[in-house]
């Protein structure tokens, strides 16, 4: 935990909580454990009565990014950094659009720098075979602090 509280910018973060409280369209975009964060931070926004959308697949993620407007939040959830490797179509249509797009992710991604209007960079593993553990929990904490801002500064 002080890792992460030492590494993360809060000030960052607070803009994203900002965002996604003004934004009508806010989409998570991620796969595998990615995309379970991507759920977990959805159910608990629903909780502080924020509707965010977040799909199970790629196609339906595809989709989504099909809607994407000027007046949309797209996070991408992607600690590897390989999501623009792997999902480099979708991730076409997440970088194509006219969103504001925030990637929460550990490496440093070209794409992700030219493209991206904020980066929340979760602290540095060195050790690859390190990747779900560790992962697993800047990302719960990083959900968790996201879920908690919110609904400090914006419960109804």
């Known amino acids: 935990i002080e890792t992460f509280k030492s590494f993360v910018d809060l000030k960052v973060i ?11 369209n806010v989409c998570l975009f991620g796969t595998q454990f990615s995309q379970l964060m991507a759920q977990d931070l959805q159910r608990k926004l629903v909780n502080l009565s924020k509707v965010v ?4 697949d ?3 993620q595809e989709r989504m990014a099909n809607e994407l407007d000027e007046n949309s939040l797209a996070i991408l959830i992607s600690p590897s950094a390989r999501f ?4 480099e179509r979708l991730w076409k249509k997440i970088e194509n659009s006219p969103a504001t797009v925030v990637v929460i992710t550990e490496r440093e991604n070209p794409h992700y720098k030219k493209r991206s209007d904020y980066i929340i960079y979760l602290p540095p ?3 690859s075979n390190e990747y779900v553990q560790n ?5 719960t904490y990083l959900i968790e602090y996201i879920y908690s801002r919110y609904g400090s500064l914006y419960k109804t």
């Open 14 to 24: 607070d803009r994203v909580v900002e965002l996604i409280y003004s934004s009508n």
């Open 53 to 56: 959308y977040n799909a199970n």
């Open 58 to 60: 790629v196609q339906e």
């Open 84 to 87: 623009t490797f792997y999902h």
């Open 125 to 127: 593993r060195n050790d």
């Open 135 to 139: 992962h697993r929990y800047d990302l």
